[in-house]
């Protein structure tokens, strides 16, 4: 089992960066593909990205490839998105979640869950 907790999350004005948070309080981090997902007020839960146990693969959505970019230290148990050029639509409850099997970004494959973090980003 883990646990995950996301921070990083804040107001932002149009074409700012931000960059959000992971950290995992598990023994092997490394058993877990993890994934970025968000969710606006009124829309379904997007997913936005997977990462690998070991951080050599990330699949990104179309809709932030380019802009949004996922590192993961294995040592400190934290996955990091690093948000770029972001702009109004990408106002959202951002949540990460982890899961043992391949990686996906259907929010169905995965089976923990942080609470997220809130961003929001100004016109």
């Known amino acids: 089992q883990v646990h995950l907790q996301e921070s990083g999350g804040n107001l932002v004005q149009a074409g700012g960066s931000l960059t959000l948070s992971c950290t995992a309080s598990?023994?092997?981090?490394?058993?877990?593909?993890v994934g970025w997902f968000r969710q606006a007020p009124g829309k379904e839960r997007e997913g936005l990205s997977c990462?690998?146990?070991?951080?050599?693969?990330?699949y990104y959505a179309s809709s932030v490839e380019g802009r949004f970019t996922v590192s993961r230290n294995n040592t400190k148990k934290t996955l990091y998105l690093q948000m770029n050029n972001l702009k109004p639509d990408d106002t959202a409850m951002y949540f990460c979640?982890?899961?043992?099997?391949?990686?996906?970004?259907?929010?169905?494959?995965?089976?923990?869950w942080g609470q997220g973090t809130q961003v929001a980003v100004s016109p």
């Open positions: 979640a982890a899961q043992t099997g391949g990686c996906s970004l259907n929010e169905a494959r995965f089976d923990y």
């Open positions: 598990t023994r092997y981090f490394t058993n877990y593909v």
């Open positions: 990462t690998t146990e070991y951080g050599w693969a990330t």
